[in-house]
Nanobody, 130 residues
Framework: QVQLVESGGGLVQAGGSLRLSCAAS????????MGWFRQAPGKEREFVADISWNGGSTYYADSAKGRFTISRDNAKNTVYLQMNSLKPEDTAIYYC???????????????????????WGQGTQVTVSS
């Protein structure tokens, strides 16, 4: 498995932007599909976006489409989540996840078990004020 460390969270006003980073370490991080999930207080963790190991495929939750962009730099073993036009409802802890086997197209499907993903980071807080 790989180890994941998120950064870039913070407090921002509605309409603002943030870029989250997820640095991966361990054995061959560039071979892993990676993604972002978030969890708001009192709610279940939900899918935000993910990206295939080579960056060729990306998937987004409906709430993220048109506002968020996921990307990766395999030379730096880092995945990014650029978040624009932030809304108060985007307030949550954002978690990075990685898995070498499970297709990123599956991560957003109803009934997908988050426990099946091999690696998780500790999360970074994003707070959007109105």
């Amino acid at each position: 498995q790989v180890q994941l460390v998120e950064s870039g969270g913070g407090l921002v006003q509605a309409g603002g932007s943030l870029r989250l980073s997820c640095a991966a370490s361990g054995r061959s991080p560039s071979n892993y599909n990676m993604g972002w999930f978030r969890q708001a207080p009192g709610k279940e963790r939900e899918f935000v976006a993910d990206i295939s190991w080579n960056g060729g495929s990306t998937y987004y939750a409906d709430s993220a489409k048109g506002r968020f962009t996921i990307s990766r730099d395999n030379a730096k073993n880092t995945v990014y989540l650029q978040m624009n036009s932030l809304k108060p409802e985007d307030t949550a802890i954002y978690y990075c996840a990685a898995d070498r086997v499970l297709s990123p197209s599956a991560w957003s499907r109803s009934g997908f078990s988050l426990r099946s993903l091999g690696s998780w980071g500790q999360g970074t807080q994003v707070t959007v004020s109105s």
